[in-house]
Each structure stands twice: as structure tokens, then as C-alpha cells.
């Protein structure tokens, strides 16, 4: 594809106003919205409404002018994003806690004792495991490779608990297939979706799947430490307990009793009192999805991904993220003993992707705001960086704390 080629997919792309929704620097080519959204154009005047007028003028009153209905209006926003109804999904605390709520609920309302979960898997999934089963007797975690998920779920499996898409190589289960298959050997399944919800097609209730934690920060465009969500499908509702059985996930929590009593639904899963600032700019993030199918999405994700790579494939890169669409999500990663001054020679170009140890560079490709142009002036830059070897100065080898 020859840049003109690229101005004329952008021209006719249906996805192609969202961009507007999005407050871009100049000179920036942002490959990283998996990892942290961009700002849209709405939130600071959103945010400014909440702390100017609703804070300063209403006050306490702001509870009951839609502040405390604020996590549950915004997973129901979420809910057409990942396939499920608006009353199974919840925006509330960091996805970590919300894993740890689930993890222990499953094990406490399960004769069985065994986590099941993939080596590799994001961090805090793993880590959260291995502290939820620390609080159930005699439950434990089990750690097996990709490939040996499915049959590695045994009589003792409680829950499986996989990250849908892959935050290194990009690489998606099969969620429906993977579901099923636990269901049959009679475990829960518990989806991580923090890679994939607002960038590919996720059908929850499709798959039949029981629970799910995500993400808001990430291409939900909710900012920095955004709220997460939470997704407990209906028939489990009535049966599974909050661990983290707070005041805000009470039947009645202004009845201030002494007694826990949990909410019917959804609710149960809240625990503290919610973050009304930090949940509004969510809420702004996930406007920018107005009028927005999961089908343009995906089919946008996976053409920005076909050009990365038409582009990229005379540089000699391994690409470790898989090839077929349906096998991947809306990033692509590449591993090179170099990645990490390579990054940084980008970044100072003004592209900005992201590194993740110890050998990965990784770019993100949102299909609400990337153009293909952004992407064919990206490819561009990292064959110059590539070809003249620019990332060998000793500037690109400092480390920084955050990757
Ligand atoms: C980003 C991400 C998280 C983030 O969890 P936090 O609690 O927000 O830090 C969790 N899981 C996966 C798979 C992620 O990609």
C-alpha cells in the first residue's frame, strides 16, 4: 500500500469521525492505546462539570443526582461492548480486585479446590491467584502452558481463569471453544478481557461464559487508573458472595445495620464507596463508542493489522502475534533482542508503542482513532530507525521505571 493508497482507505473507512472524538497531540503517532486510552475530546469539560458545579454547588446533594448510580450506569454502557445484559456488569474498583472477588467466590461456593491458569498469563492475574487461594482451605493454583489448558481442566478444576487476549503476543482463545470445555468438565470460567473489550468482538453471553473482569483505562479510554468492570452472569448472580463484602454491595446500605445482607444482582460486587470523578471520566471514555458496532471494530482492528504487516515484513522483524484475524486482538508485537532502545528511538520520533520485557516491542492499534495513514508514516519511521541503526546512541539505553 502507497501512502495515497493509505489517504483513500482513511477516506472511506466508517470508523473514520470517531478521530474527532479524541483530543491527539500533534506530531504523535500513538501506538499505545492499549495500555492507556487517549484522551477524548469530552472528558476535561465532563470533569470540570463534576468538581465545578456538582461538587462545589450541589455537594452531598450529588449523591442522589446520579452519583451513586454511577457504577451501574457505566457497566451497562460497557455491557453492549463484551456481549453481556446491562444489569450483569458493574464498573467498580481495579481489575486486580475485582479477579480477587470473583477467584474467592468461586472457590467458596465450589466443592472444588483447583484454579487453573496460563503460564505467561498478565501479572496481576497470577499474583491475585496466588493470594485468593490463600484464603480458601486447601485451594489451590495451578499453572500449565497455553497448550495445555484445555486438557489440564480436571474433576478438581474450580475455575479457569484466562486472559482473552494476550497482552505480549496478542494471541485470542477461542472464548466459545475454551467455555465449553470447562463447562463440560464442570468448571467456571472467568475471562480477563482487559485486551480485547472496545477493540474486537466479545460476545459474554454468546459463549456462555460466567464471569469476566476488565479493564477501563486501556482502549475504554477512561483514563489513568480508571475504574474497572466486573461481569457475573445473571444465573450465578443469586449464588456467588463478595469476599470483599463492603457496605456499598449491601441490600441496603443506608439501613446501616450491623448484619451484612448482600444486594440481590450486580450489586453485591461493589464494596466501597465508588470514585464518582475517576467514574465519570469513564463514562466519557466510553461515549466515544457511540453509534459504533463491534463488527467495525473488529473489521478496522484487523485492516490497520494487515497494513502493520504488508509494511513491516521487509524489515526482518519476528512477529510473534498470529496472523489470522480471529486468532488475535488489536495489537502486534515483535520480538527483537533490542527492543527496548528501539522503542525509545520511536518515541523520540514521535511514535509512540510500548516495550514489555524482556525482548517485545509492541504496538497497539485502536481502531476508534489510528488512521492508516498513522500507521503507514509509523512503519515508515521504524524502517529508518531500523536501516540506519539510529537506536544504537546511548541515549535510547537509559531504563525508566515505568514500561
Ligand atoms: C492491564 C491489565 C490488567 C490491569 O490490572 P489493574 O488492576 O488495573 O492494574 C489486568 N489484567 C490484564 C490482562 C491486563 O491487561
Not at 7 to 26: G, T, V
Not at 189 to 212: E, I, P, Q, R, Y
Not at 237 to 260: I, K, T, V
Not at 288 to 314: I, N, P
Request: charged share 20%.
Amino acid at each position: 500500500m502507497t501512502l495515497d493508497e493509505a489517504r483513500a482507505a482513511d477516506a472511506a473507512d466508517p470508523l473514520a469521525h470517531c478521530r474527532s472524538r479524541f483530543a491527539l497531540p500533534e506530531g504523535v503517532i500513538y501506538l499505545d492505546g492499549n495500555s492507556l486510552g487517549a484522551l477524548p475530546v469530552a472528558t476535561p469539560a465532563a470533569q470540570s462539570d463534576l468538581v465545578e458545579r456538582q461538587w462545589r454547588d450541589r455537594l452531598i446533594r450529588g449523591w442522589n443526582e446520579g452519583w451513586i448510580e454511577a457504577p451501574q450506569r457505566v457497566g451497562a454502557k460497557i455491557a453492549p461492548l463484551i456481549g453481556a445484559k446491562a444489569h450483569e456488569v458493574i464498573a467498580t474498583d481495579s481489575t486486580s480486585a475485582n479477579l480477587f472477588k470473583l477467584i474467592v467466590a468461586v472457590l467458596q461456593a465450589s466443592g472444588r479446590h483447583t484454579v487453573l491458569s496460563e503460564a505467561g498469563n498478565f501479572p496481576t492475574d497470577l499474583h491475585v491467584a496466588e493470594g485468593a487461594v490463600k484464603c480458601v482451605p486447601n485451594a489451590r493454583l495451578e499453572i500449565v502452558t497455553r497448550e495445555s489448558i484445555a486438557a489440564s481442566i480436571g474433576p478438581d478444576t474450580a475455575l479457569v481463569l484466562l486472559t482473552h487476549v494476550h497482552y505480549k503476543t496478542a494471541q485470542r482463545y477461542d472464548m466459545k471453544s475454551i467455555t465449553t470445555t470447562a463447562h463440560a468438565a464442570g468448571a467456571m470460567m472467568l475471562w480477563d478481557l482487559s485486551h480485547s473489550a472496545g477493540a474486537v468482538g466479545v460476545d459474554l453471553n454468546g459463549a456462555d461464559a460466567d464471569l469476566a473482569v476488565g479493564c477501563g483505562y486501556k482502549y475504554l479510554n477512561g483514563g489513568p487508573g480508571s475504574p474497572a468492570y466486573l461481569f457475573v452472569a445473571e444465573r450465578h448472580q443469586g449464588r456467588l458472595a463478595n469476599p470483599l463484602s463492603g457496605w456499598m454491595g449491601h441490600a441496603e446500605p443506608f439501613a446501616f445495620a450491623d448484619a451484612y445482607q448482600p444486594a440481590p444482582g450486580i450489586d453485591r460486587w461493589l464494596c466501597g464507596t465508588p470514585p464518582v470523578l475517576a467514574l465519570s471520566a469513564l463514562e466519557s471514555g466510553l461515549a466515544c463508542f457511540d453509534g459504533v458496532t463491534m463488527a467495525q471494530l473488529e473489521a478496522k482492528s484487523a485492516a490497520l493489522f494487515e497494513l502493520f504487516t504488508a509494511r513491516a515484513a521487509a524489515l526482518g522483524l519476528e512477529c510473534v502475534t498470529p496472523a489470522g484475524p480471529a486468532a488475535r486482538g488489536s495489537h502486534i508485537s515483535f520480538r527483537h533482542p533490542e527492543a527496548w532502545p528501539i522503542n525509545n528511538a520511536l518515541i523520540e520520533a514521535g511514535v509512540i508503542g510500548d516495550f514489555r520485557a524482556p525482548d517485545i516491542l509492541r504496538f497497539g492499534l485502536t481502531p476508534l482513532y489510528l488512521a492508516f495513514e498513522d500507521v503507514w508514516c509509523a512503519t515508515e519511521i521504524l524502517s529508518d530507525i531500523l536501516s540506519t541503526g539510529r537506536w544504537r546512541e546511548p541515549r535510547f539505553a537509559a531504563r525508566s521505571r515505568v514500561t
